[in-house]
C-alpha cells in the first residue's frame, strides 16, 4: 500500500513515448465506492486547463516516479464529468474529521493509505486520540465532506480492547509491542474486526474459484485464504456495517 504524500509530487513517466508528462499535484477520491479516482496532473502548462491521470490507467507506483502507458491516457479536465462532480462535492480524505456512528468524535485523519492496484483506501491514520490511531477502511461508515463516519462497533471494539490492556503490565506492554510490527498490528485489529461479518457480495479468487460467496460470515480460514490470495482489500470492501 502507499501513502498519499508518498504519491504527490512524484514524476509521471509514459512508457510509450519514454517522457516525463509532469508531476503529480494531487488526487480525486470518489466517496461513493472510497477509491482514488483520478491523478491530478502538474504538466506545466496550467493556463491550458488541468489534466487527469484516471487510476486505472496507472501501471505502476514506485518511490520515484508513476507509469502510465502512453500519454494518451492523460486527458483534460474538461473532458471529465465525473471529476467535475468529484470537484463540486468537495470530498477529501486528509483532514477529515472521525466521528462514530453515536456522534462521539474520534479524531482527524491525517494521512491515508490506498491499494495501488485500484486506488482503495485501506487505512486512515488518526490524530487527536490516545487510543484510536488508524482506522481500515472495513470500519468507514461515510466519506463526507470534511466529515467521515466510523463505525461505533470498531469503536467500541477498540476501546475495550484498550482497556484490557491497560490492566496489562507495562514491561509486558513494551515487549509485545517490540515484537510486533505496525503493518503486523494493523492486520491483528483489521482480523479481528472483519471476523462474524456477514459477506455482501461473492468474492473469486484470480482462478475464478469462489472464496466466499454472498452471505457467508467470515472466518479465521476464509482471512487466511484471503491473504494468500491477495484478496483482502476486496473482502473488507463487501462486508456489512453495523
Known amino acids: 500500500m502507499k501513502r498519499i504524500r508518498d504519491i504527490v509530487g512524484l514524476s509521471l513517466i509514459c ?6 508528462y509532469g508531476r503529480i499535484k494531487d488526487v480525486l477520491f470518489d466517496p461513493a465506492n472510497g477509491k482514488v479516482k483520478y491523478l491530478i ?23 520515484d516516479v508513476v507509469t502510465t502507458e502512453s500519454q494518451k491516457n492523460v486527458i483534460p479536465f474538461a473532458q471529465a464529468k465525473d471529476g467535475l462532480d468529484l470537484i463540486k462535492r468537495e470530498v477529501t480524505v486528509t483532514g ?22 485500484d486506488g482503495s ?3 486512515c491514520e488518526i490524530i487527536g486520540n490516545k487510543k484510536l490511531n488508524s482506522l481500515p477502511a472495513s ?18 471494539q477498540n476501546e475495550s480492547e484498550d482497556d484490557n490492556a491497560d490492566e496489562l503490565d507495562s514491561d ?20 479481528r474486526f472483519l471476523l462474524g461479518k456477514r459477506v455482501t457480495k461473492r468474492v473469486l479468487c484470480e482462478s475464478g474459484q469462489m472464496l466466499v460467496d454472498e452471505g457467508e460470515i467470515i472466518t479465521d480460514e476464509i482471512l487466511d485464504r484471503a491473504k494468500a ?8 470492501m463487501n462486508i456489512e456495517s453495523n
Do not use: H
Open 121 to 123: 483506501i485501506l487505512e
Open 15 to 20: 512508457v510509450k513515448e519514454g517522457l516525463e
Open 96 to 117: 477529515s474529521k472521525v466521528y462514530s456512528q453515536k456522534g462521539e468524535y474520534i479524531g482527524e485523519v491525517k494521512e491515508y493509505f490506498i491499494s495501488e492496484t
Open 139 to 156: 470500519a468507514i461508515v461515510t466519506f463526507g465532506k470534511g466529515v467521515i463516519i466510523a463505525s461505533q462497533d470498531f469503536v467500541n
Open 229 to 236: 490470495e491477495g484478496k483482502l482489500v476486496e473482502l473488507t
Open 172 to 191: 509486558d506492554s513494551t515487549d509485545v509491542q517490540d515484537k510486533e510490527s505496525p503493518s503486523e498490528l494493523f492486520e491483528m485489529k483489521q482480523r
Open 41 to 63: 496532473i502538474d504538466d506545466g502548462q496550467w493556463y491550458l486547463g488541468a489534466k487527469l491521470l484516471p487510476f486505472d490507467k496507472v501501471v505502476g507506483i514506485g518511490s
